[in-house]
């Protein structure tokens, strides 16, 4: 399964800022960090970088680089994971393409990267299954790697009792397999455990219920 697009970002109570750091992928495919005051720090070259994001310390990258384009049929696409430093502009490569034949521990192809709220850990996407993606837990100085749980990311818990969290989407398959697959989202805690189950979630696509279901509560997650 492809996921060239960048993720749902669910963004209630998110705040706006001016004049806050940012990030940005340029048309030539470069990924580039500004400042506060604007200034701009090339963090990798023109090439086939996508999908940037920037830590809560509004100082580190992650972004994807695409190594090769490979075709839906034979899932031979290949990615790998920088992190940068948006101030000094220094970058390395976190993660590299890891192919494999277990859908848990393949890494051939990541995407949708997603900073912890400490900054510490890295979430991302991998192509894993027929049906749906599996998601990995990146360490940012080690480099360091764990399989959390089957799915895909639809944001991080950033205030409330679950702060930290993920809000997984996940397709799943009852035991009963007359009834058929079925969507839900989940909250997810980083060691794969499920805390509980978005209440509408089912079957839809799941942002209209997130959406309810954290401006009810009164969290935020993005």
Known sequence: MKRLLATLVLAIGAPAHANQPDVSVTDDGQIVYYNGSGTPTELSPKGKFMQ???????????????????????????????????VTGKARVLF?????????????????????????????????????AAIHQINVKT????????????G???TGP????????RHLYPKN?????????????????????????RDDDGEASVERWLKAKGWSAW
């Open 177 to 201: 397999p007359e009834d058929g697959a079925y969507d839900e989202v989940h909250l997810v805690r980083p060691d794969g455990e499920v805390l509980l189950i978005v209440p509408g979630s």
């Open 96 to 132: 590299k393409s890891r192919p494999g034949s277990d859908p848990k521990s393949m890494m051939a192809a990541m995407w949708n990267p997603v900073f912890s709220l400490n900054g510490g850990f890295v979430y991302v996407e991998t192509e894993a299954w027929v049906t749906s």
């Open 156 to 158: 991080v818990m950033r």
């Open 143 to 154: 480099g360091a790697e764990k399989f959390v749980i089957d799915g895909s990311i639809r």
């Open 52 to 86: 940037a994001v920037l830590a809560p310390d509004d100082r580190m990258v992650a972004f994807i680089e695409v190594l090769v384009e490979g075709t839906p049929a034979y899932d031979d696409t290949r990615t790998q994971l920088w992190i940068a430093d948006g």
């Open 162 to 169: 679950h702060r930290g969290a993920l809000l997984v989407g």
